[in-house]
């Protein structure tokens, strides 16, 4: 085997420690990820007694090689995207630390839990206000958006 | 067939092999008695006659390694320490010493016969018996972060204070103190740093000054590390950036390098600076010190390119 690069040395090390102990409700597919560490799928359910109880979702982690110093582009993908103000319905999440407030000491396991916040906080379900234009109009790529973060109640 | 003629039989490259195989054999079954010894240079009689005159010196063992052409040297110093010189042959007049002493240049050299690597050495051995002696007391009284094994060819050693605040020393030639500072500093020891240094006696052992410096009885270990250096949880010195304590390719462990008491991860120099001017547009730094936020705390920080 040839030898690891930095960024996938790291992704390693994050692989393990999530499938060793991941936060409540998270779970990593640990067989995919290990085939191609730049991809990954992260089940998340709903935190119960919140309004996404008994939901399940899927995220998709696409990292470049120069993570951690690039941020992860992360999506919700499958057949239910979370119905939230930050959530757009192509799966396209606008949250600051996958972008501007990116830093290399957060990990897979916090932007979850980031996420599982973001969605737990949330008091109506709704799409953002831009929702059916955003989709229409953006890039494939969530990171090529020009974000701006209106609020940081939700 | 004469046997002097077997050297023509090796240096004479008219035959082909199955000739040659012919040749020899006819050779080895008729002539077998009559032959005593030949040479074929392939031995190197110099060097051997080298290691008979050596190897009863006094204070002075030579051993072979897996081949012929691997010797190790040991030279005794004066109090007894063994000091391994590791001698590799790559034919006459050309050998490689590697060893675990401080002087790269002498390291990285050819030396023409045995005699000039046991004199070379020998000598350094004997000039560097204070180097050895300040080095040997660090590692036996204190906890030395940085290398993460060391030995005598490191002349420097990070000395473990509290979990956010390591002291750097190298070690002159002579045993003498040089370049302290600390890494991951905090105003507490800054300021005695400071007034310390001033009071800072080369009469005394290294050790000895540090503890005055500082007013410390003795040293102190970080809670994953005992005395023994049994490391189990090494979690504690990982890069926070990379999540790695070896980087491949760039020597040097993780540090603390942010100076916010509160924040308390370590980094490797290059990981956070390649972060702090990937922020800045990737502009090059002034001084070569990166400045920006703690990837951790978001306090502010700097990074010196290099590690001084």
């Given at each position: 085997m040839a030898a690891m690069s930095p960024s996938e040395r790291r992704l390693q090390k994050e692989l393990m420690s999530l499938m060793k102990e991941p936060p409540p409700g998270v779970t990593v597919d640990g067989d995919q990820a290990s085939q191609n560490l730049t991809l990954w799928t992260v089940h998340m359910e709903g935190v119960p007694g919140t309004l996404y109880e008994g939901e399940k979702f899927v995220l998709q982690f696409k990292f470049t090689n120069k993570y951690p110093f690039d941020s992860p582009e992360v999506t919700f993908v499958g057949n239910n995207i979370p119905v939230h103000p930050?959530?757009?319905?192509?799966?396209?999440i606008c949250l600051s630390i996958l972008t501007d407030d990116w830093s290399p000491a957060l990990s897979v396991q916090s932007v979850c839990l980031s996420i599982v916040s973001m969605l737990s906080s949330c008091k109506e379900k709704k799409r953002p206000p831009d929702n059916s234009f955003y989709v229409k109009t953006c890039n494939k790529n969530p990171k090529k958006t020009k974000w701006w973060y209106h609020d940081d109640s939700v | 067939m004469d046997v002097d003629n077997i050297h023509d039989l090796f240096h004479?490259?008219?035959?082909?092999l199955p000739t040659l195989l012919d040749k020899l054999n006819i050779l080895f079954t008729l002539h077998i008695n009559q032959i005593d010894s030949f040479d074929?240079?392939?031995?190197?009689y110099k060097l051997l006659e080298e290691i008979k005159e050596y190897s009863s010196t006094d204070g002075i063992n030579l051993y072979f390694g897996k081949t012929l052409r691997d010797i190790k040297c040991v030279i005794e110093d004066d109090i007894g320490r063994k000091h391994e010189i590791f001698i590799y042959s790559f034919g006459s007049k050309k050998l490689h010493v590697n060893a675990t002493l401080p002087c790269s240049h002498l390291i990285n050299h050819d030396y023409e016969s045995l005699g000039d690597i046991v004199r070379t050495f020998t000598k350094i051995v004997s000039d560097l018996s204070c180097y050895f002696h300040q080095l040997e007391q660090i590692d036996q009284l204190c906890a030395v972060?940085?290398?993460?094994?060391?030995?005598?060819?490191?002349?420097y050693r990070r000395i473990y204070l509290d979990d956010r605040t390591w002291l750097h020393v190298e070690v002159t030639a002579d045993g003498l103190a040089t370049n302290i500072h600390l890494v991951g500093n905090t105003e507490e020891w800054h300021n005695k740093l400071q007034t310390g240094l001033l009071q800072w006696d080369h009469d005394k052992n290294i050790v000895e000054n540090i503890l005055t410096m500082f007013e410390l009885p003795s040293f102190s270990f970080p809670s994953a590390i005992s005395p023994t250096k049994e490391v189990d949880d090494i979690s504690v010195s990982v890069c926070r950036i990379c999540l790695c304590v070896e980087l491949p390719g760039l020597c040097g462990l993780p540090q603390p390098?942010?100076?916010?008491?509160?924040?308390?991860v370590f980094f490797h120099r290059a990981c956070l600076y390649q972060w702090l001017i990937a922020c800045a547009g990737y502009q090059l730094a002034d001084f070569g010190v990166a400045t920006g936020l703690c990837p951790n705390c978001l306090q502010p920080i700097d990074c010196d390119e290099k590690d001084n």
């Open positions: 930050h959530v757009y319905s192509n799966g396209h | 004479n490259s008219s035959y082909s074929l240079n392939i031995v190197d972060m940085d290398p993460e094994s060391p030995t005598f060819r490191e002349d390098l942010c100076k916010n008491y509160a924040c308390g």
